[in-house]
């Protein structure tokens, strides 16, 4: 019988520069397949001084641009358990393994994509009691191969589960699909009627893909507890299915306020092409939330600037953002609608001043 093991899991430290409002999925996972084979297991957040001496450490990632959080936790483990095996998973070890090597070279471990192992176990979420909510994949990977995406490297096959239900933690209100591509899985109905006969309330955080809408998609989603619709619009090239779906879901009853378009930016588009999708957006009385592109290399945050960009205009939508959106987004408010539509270009568009009153009032 092999020697039942001590296991360390580690998240960065939550910071400015690690930041997500998510436990670590996998890290969760982890613990149910090492608590199944009778292991012992110890979940920390950042550098933590205890007596614990594990065999095995485990360490999450997430975006590239946030890998100085992880290299100094593999720095202060891999240095403090000189016999442990360190294997470091997650997005930023996927994507940027020779970032990686470099440093650590034959110190760590690097485990590349989806953990097959861990990929059907529930969660533990008994180590984050103030977290409410299952988050799951019915599906892995995505259809589609857009050329900004990282899905195709993290996940390059698309692999849909006919059943969520063993994921889903009792107790639990709330279900959040991480997806990329909910709507593209043969079963999607399926796992529909699982949520809805379980009265739980949904979140596709990933959006969904507008181009396969169908009259069907919106009666379903009008039959389960669904606060918000997340869409994107990500190139012109998807402004007509796009418009349908914001039609068919406005016909069966959801509000404007509550689809969110995510506009990306900073990519192949330029300004006046960003503003344009913008316009349309607010025109057709959704909200537009821009997402500025961000390479797949390791670099601080906000710091890529496109081609057809400048950092100035760049900077216009990031203040714009705080000071005439809203949490971040532009809502079909009219004072904003009448500023950005009414706007010569995208200068006059995203230049700012302060807000007229009224402008004000309706946010209220
Ligand atoms: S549809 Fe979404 S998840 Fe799929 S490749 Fe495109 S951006 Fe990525």
């Known amino acids: 019988m092999s020697r039942k093991k001590f296991v360390l899991l580690v998240e960065p430290k939550k910071s400015k520069k690690y930041h997500t409002p998510y436990p670590p999925l996998g ?9 199944r084979k009778g292991d012992t297991v110890k979940l920390v957040n950042g550098l933590c001084e205890d007596g614990f001496k594990p065999d095995v450490v485990y360490i999450t990632s997430l ?3 946030a890998w100085e959080p992880v290299h100094e936790v593999i720095h202060y483990y891999s240095n403090k358990y000189k016999k442990a095996r360190v294997i470091v998973g997650g997005i930023y070890a996927t994507l940027c393994p020779d970032h990686l090597f470099e440093t650590f070279k034959d110190r760590i471990e690097i485990y590349k994509g989806v953990m097959r192992e861990v990929e059907n176990l529930l969660p ?7 977290w409410k909510a299952s988050i799951l994949f019915s599906s892995r990977g995505c259809i589609r191969n857009c050329e900004f995406c990282s899905v ?3 996940e390059p096959e698309f692999k849909p589960k006919k059943s969520v239900k063993n994921l889903i933690y009792p107790g639990h ?3 959040i699909f991480w997806d990329n591509n909910f709507l593209a899985s043969p079963y999607w109905m399926d796992i529909l009627e699982e949520v809805e006969e379980l009265e739980l309330e ?9 181009r396969l809408f169908t009259e069907e998609t919106v009666l379903r989603l009008k039959r389960i507890r669904i606060p918000l619709i997340r869409l994107a619009y990500d190139t012109k090239g998807i402004r007509e299915p796009l418009k349908r779906a914001v039609r068919l879901l406005k016909k069966a009853g959801f509000r404007g306020r509550k689809i969110i378009v995510y506009c990306l930016y900073n990519f192949s588009d330029s300004p006046e092409d960003f503003l344009e999708r913008i316009r349309e957006l607010l025109d057709w009385g959704v909200v537009a ?12 945050k906000n710091s890529y600037v496109s ?3 400048t950092p100035e205009e760049l900077e216009m939508i990031a203040k714009g953002r705080r000071v005439i959106g809203y949490g971040g987004a532009f809502p079909p408010y009219e004072g904003l609608k009448r500023k950005i539509l009414g706007a010569r270009n995208f200068q006059k568009a995203f230049s700012l001043r302060p807000p007229h009153r009224e402008e004000t009032q309706d946010k209220a």
């Open 63 to 65: 975006f590239t641009y």
């Open 289 to 300: 939330y821009p997402m500025r592109y961000e390479p797949l290399e390791p670099r601080p």
């Open 202 to 210: 949904v979140d596709f955080n990933q959006g969904l893909d507008a």
């Open 307 to 309: 081609p057809n960009w």
């Open 124 to 130: 533990d979420y008994s180590l984050v009691p103030d």
């Open 152 to 154: 195709c490297v993290l």
């Open 173 to 175: 209100k709330k279900v």
């Open 27 to 35: 890290l969760l996972k982890l613990v149910s397949f090492h608590k």
